[in-house]
């Protein structure tokens, strides 16, 4: 099926059939699930890019870097999932730690 990508937004991408010009009606799921957590490294917290999983699928539901304080937070999820989460250290200059994962993790 051809389609014509008309709209981009954050979550939502509004595509039509060639010669339709209209959205009559349109429904969006929205999730209010939350995740929040803290990076530390050998107790000290530290900014680190934080993937985040749902774990039946493998999907990727987000990614996001914590920040200074080590704190991050992955909002608009569904809270009827499990999530699992990585925080990589990607920082080949110095010491390499290896990934971190979190698993079956609920939204709250």
């Not at 429904?27 to 699930?33: D, H």
């Not at 900014?47 to 539901?61: F, P």
Request: hydrophobic residues 35%; negative net charge.
């Amino acid at each position: 099926m051809d389609i014509e990508t008309v709209g981009v937004y954050p979550d939502l991408v509004v595509a039509l059939k060639p010669n339709v010009r209209s959205i009559e009606s349109l429904s969006v799921l929205t999730y209010s699930g939350v995740i929040t957590g803290k990076i530390l490294e050998q107790g000290v917290p530290v900014s680190r890019r934080v993937l985040c999983h749902q774990r039946d699928t493998g999907v990727l539901a987000g990614s996001t870097w914590s920040d200074v304080n080590g704190d991050y937070v992955f909002n608009g999820l569904d809270d009827s999932k499990k999530y699992y989460i990585v925080s990589l250290d990607e920082d080949m200059s110095t010491t390499q730690y290896n990934a971190v994962v979190q698993d079956l993790i609920p939204a709250k």
